[in-house]
């Protein structure tokens, strides 16, 4: 069975600086993971993937990721946090041994961007 | 191009009442999912299934049925409902390998 941890609850940082977001996962040995944003009062959207092709995942609005295997971690970063960057976080892991693919959900993180 | 529809989007009920939460999805997926989001514990599932046919408990099963009616529709079913299952609930749809796609979500209250 597969499980997921983000490390922090909340995360606060100024507007200009770098964000980092810490998921560490267990799984079998191929899992899919994902970075999904919610904005207030909206629905969840994808932010990026990881499906075993490269380790290092781009993602939309300048985010992007990394898998590491040894470490059992897929870190969510952006170099410069804007405004609009405050939403809560779900890093998401998915067993492709699973052969339907449930979707386990981190409790999530509440990023809040200060001027 | 629909994607995965849910309603109700907002439901107000009262204690012991029964309510019929609807899913469908045009985009010919196998696998549905019910999922409730509560606050500082993320999406827990609910129940699944993984074909036409098929459905299964996940997390948090209790208080709740399902129907998959066909490949298209997933309902999610309160039979008396509490305010426990005060929640904001999704659907979701998807197969391995490539991205979740959800509905936008009920919001539940049950007084």
């Known amino acids: 069975a597969q499980s997921v941890t983000q490390l922090d609850s909340h995360v606060s940082v100024s507007e200009g600086t770098p964000v980092l977001l810490r998921c560490n996962y267990s799984s079998s040995y191929s899992p899919s993971l994902f970075w999904y944003v919610q904005h207030p009062n909206k629905g969840l959207q994808l932010l990026l993937k990881y499906t075993s092709a490269a380790t290092l995942v781009k993602g939309i609005n300048g985010f992007e990721a990394e898998f590491k295997k040894s470490e059992t971690s897929f870190h969510l970063t952006k170099p410069s946090a804007h405004m609009s960057d405050a939403a809560e976080y779900f890093c998401?892991?998915?067993?492709?041994?699973?052969?339907?693919?449930?979707?386990?959900f981190g409790a999530g993180t509440q990023v809040v961007v200060t001027p | 191009n629909a994607g995965v529809t849910q309603t109700p989007k907002f439901q107000v009920l009262k204690t012991g009442q029964s309510m019929t939460l609807q899913c469908a999805q045009d985009m010919n997926h196998n696998s549905m999912y019910w999922y409730r989001q509560d606050p500082g514990m993320g999406l827990r599932l609910i129940y699944y299934?993984?074909?036409?046919?098929?459905?299964d408990k996940g997390e948090v099963p209790n208080g709740y049925n399902v129907s998959r009616l066909n490949k298209r529709e997933f309902s999610l079913r309160l039979e008396s409902a509490a305010p426990s299952q005060t929640s904001v609930y999704f659907c979701?749809?998807?197969?391995?390998?490539?991205?979740?796609?959800f509905g936008q979500g009920t919001r539940l209250t049950v007084v």
């Open positions: 979701l749809t998807g197969h391995l390998n490539t991205e979740a796609f």
């Open positions: 299934s993984a074909s036409e046919g098929t459905t």
């Open positions: 998401v892991v998915s067993d492709r041994a699973d052969s339907w693919g449930k979707l386990q």
